[in-house]
């Protein structure tokens, strides 16, 4: 095939191609999947500098279907307060490790700043409304999951095991870094709705599910395995 | 042909976002401890069985499995009816209140939890207050074992007056265990000395508590041994409230003497593991006897924080000045220094405690000391007033 045939295809390919920027704004957690019944209850959720930009690329290839690519860079940061119960953990820190059932009160805290890229099926309604869904990939740039476990007490081991009371002070609690077990390539779901009210500007409001664990399959600090599952809303702005 | 594409998409769409939604508050989960966390008895005539009231009431440590009642040597114990506090939810059998026979073997309870998983065997015993018929009572290291839970660290025994052991001697080994759970047993702060100065004694070394220690602020843990009960559900939120000092005792301690050896190691840290060059670690053995309860015969235990100053001390027994030794082993003979008169009949019906305490770390409690201090034991006495 000569080049500038190859050239020319190119050109074709992009020429019906529509090209949107987003600005959003993420909330949601980094949670097990169906609550186990020892979190008991959710004291805090404190919003989070969640910010999400990114580009994405729609290829029309029927009057209502679609495939869109893009490249997003986000913030699916957490913080809550839950109270527990009978919560099996293991700590491993140093070749030393301290293992127990713990009950009362945990303040975690994650922050992940990744580059996501979805690669997704666009269903369209009309030219005002669009459906996407599809998995998307993500590299994590930055990433923290800290915390503490307070105001409670450990049953060493198991539930059999000596009880160790833990306060609220720096020097009385629990505090835990994952950070090091963090998964920095991770994958899931996403479905997304799409709303112009005018050619150029819209709204858009996204759903990703993460399918890969959050933490690396080596970590075994905690029974669940816990995925990043975050909702998006923000607008939207039409440049190709 | 659109509407249906339509309504397709929108069903897949909505079914999937109902899924996710489901993740809401499960019913709570039945209780999985399975304690006794207090036994106690009541009987008519008190004196007939007990020296004193504080003897009815037992509170039982997490990391206990054996309650014994202390009584008098005549106190009737064929049917006995100890009663019991335990996890709420969790069932006891034999029942709690119920009434056996005490006077040969223990009773064994056997405590399940709420959710049925969990279970916990306790022994409960009636014993005799065996008395010492000598006036010098030996402390000699030779009884010890690994812990029966874990098999990780060492606890000591002592002899009692009849020549059956004594749980007695407590150390802070199970707290190291919490974030130690890997290190030998001879990686513990408090571990059995091969050579003592008279076969087997004890070595003691202040020892870095891990790192997950030190994020609790806890970086050090010096090694103790003493008379009393390692109260574990104190060592993370108030360490000093773990180590309850003394056991009740019922003759007048006159001397207290032994060997040991010490050597002091640098640098010397503070709880922040901030270095200290002007300071130089030093160990701590010492005997206190004080009186176990208040004013209104409630009972009292002397914690870490007030051994050396409550005002229910009467008697002090401290080496001054356990500085390196050179590798020699040291003689210790002191006399105790008594602040108070005795009472003869509080002290025949148990009404003072007794405690002996070594420390590699003079300041171990408080965390500040140099990791690597070193002190051995052995050969303990204790010369008590001989009896009339």
């Not at chain 1, 080049?3 to 090209?19: H, K, T």
């Not at chain 2, 574990?232 to 040991?260: C, D, M, N, R, W």
């Amino acid at each position: 095939m000569p080049n500038d045939g190859g050239c020319q295809n190119l050109q074709n390919f992009f020429r019906n191609v529509e090209g949107y920027g987003r600005l959003g704004y993420s909330i949601g957690g980094t949670a097990p999947l169906g609550m186990p019944a020892e979190i008991r209850k959710l004291n805090k959720f404190i919003l989070q500098p969640n910010v999400a930009f990114g580009a994405d690329l729609i290829k029309p290839a029927s009057k209502h279907w679609g495939v869109l690519a893009g490249i997003h860079f986000e913030n699916k940061a957490m913080h809550i307060d839950a109270t527990v119960k009978n919560y099996h953990m293991q700590v491993t820190q140093d070749g030393q490790s301290m293992e127990g059932v713990f009950t009362g009160n945990n303040d975690s805290h994650a922050v992940q700043w990744t580059f996501t890229v979805p690669i997704q099926a666009v269903y369209k309604f009309n030219d005002k409304w669009k459906l996407k869904f599809g998995p998307y990939f993500s590299y994590l740039a930055s990433c923290n999951f800290d915390g503490f476990a307070y105001d409670g007490y450990i049953r060493v081991n198991d539930p059999t095991g000596a009880k160790v009371l833990l306060g609220r002070e720096e020097n009385e609690r629990g505090n835990y870094d994952f950070k090091d077990d963090i998964r920095k390539c991770q994958w899931g779901f996403g479905v997304g709705v799409d709303y112009f009210f005018t050619r150029k500007f819209g709204v858009y409001a996204d759903f990703n599910w993460g399918l890969s664990g959050f933490f690396k399959s080596s970590f075994k600090t905690l029974d669940q395995t816990l995925y990043p599952i975050y909702a998006t809303i923000g607008i939207s702005y039409r440049f190709k | 042909m659109s509407f249906f594409h339509h309504k397709v998409v929108v069903i897949v769409a909505l079914t999937t976002v109902t899924t996710i939604f489901t993740s809401c508050f499960k019913e709570e989960p039945l209780n999985a401890e399975c304690d006794i966390e207090k036994a106690w008895v009541h009987v008519d005539d008190l004196d007939a069985s007990f020296y004193n009231a504080n003897d009815t009431l037992i509170n039982v440590l997490s990391n206990e499995d054996k309650i014994v009642f202390t009584m008098r040597d005549d106190a009737d114990v064929t049917a006995f009816a100890p009663q019991f506090t335990i996890t709420p939810g969790a069932t006891i059998s034999p029942a709690s209140g119920s009434a056996h026979d005490f006077s040969n073997d223990p009773v064994t309870y056997t405590v399940t939890s709420q959710d049925g998983k969990w279970s916990r065997t306790y022994t409960v015993s009636c014993n005799r207050m065996a008395r010492y018929t000598t006036s010098v009572i030996d402390f000699d290291f030779e009884h010890f074992e690994l812990d029966k839970d874990y098999h990780k660290f060492y606890v000591w025994h002592n002899t009692l007056p009849d020549g059956t052991l004594g749980d007695d001697w407590a150390t802070g080994n199970y707290g190291f265990y919490i974030a130690n759970r890997n290190s030998a047993p001879n990686d513990y702060p408090t571990f059995v000395l091969d050579n003592g100065y008279d076969g087997h004694g004890v070595q003691f070394v202040t020892r870095y508590a891990g790192s997950l220690g030190a994020g609790m602020g806890k970086p050090i843990a010096a090694g103790n041994l003493f008379l009393g009960k390692f109260n574990i559900i104190s060592a993370i939120l108030q360490p000093l409230k773990a180590t309850e000092f003394g056991i009740p005792f019922t003759q007048k301690p006159v001397k207290f003497s032994g060997y040991y050896q010490y050597s002091p190691s640098s640098p010397f840290t503070d709880k922040n593991m901030k270095e200290h060059p002007d300071r130089i670690d030093a160990g701590d053995i010492y005997s206190v006897l004080y009186i176990n309860h208040d004013r209104n015969g409630n009972p009292l235990v002397l914690y870490g924080d007030n051994i050396l100053t409550s005002e229910n001390i009467v008697a002090v027994a401290r080496v001054n000045n356990v500085n390196e030794t050179n590798g020699q082993w040291v003689p210790f003979d002191i006399e105790y220094e008594y602040k108070k008169e005795i009472n003869p009949d509080m002290l025949a019906n148990r009404g003072y405690n007794l405690t002996i305490v070594f420390s590699s770390s003079i300041d171990g409690a408080s965390f500040e000391g140099a990791i690597g201090s070193t002190l051995k034991v052995d050969k303990v006495r204790l010369t008590c007033e001989e009896k009339e």
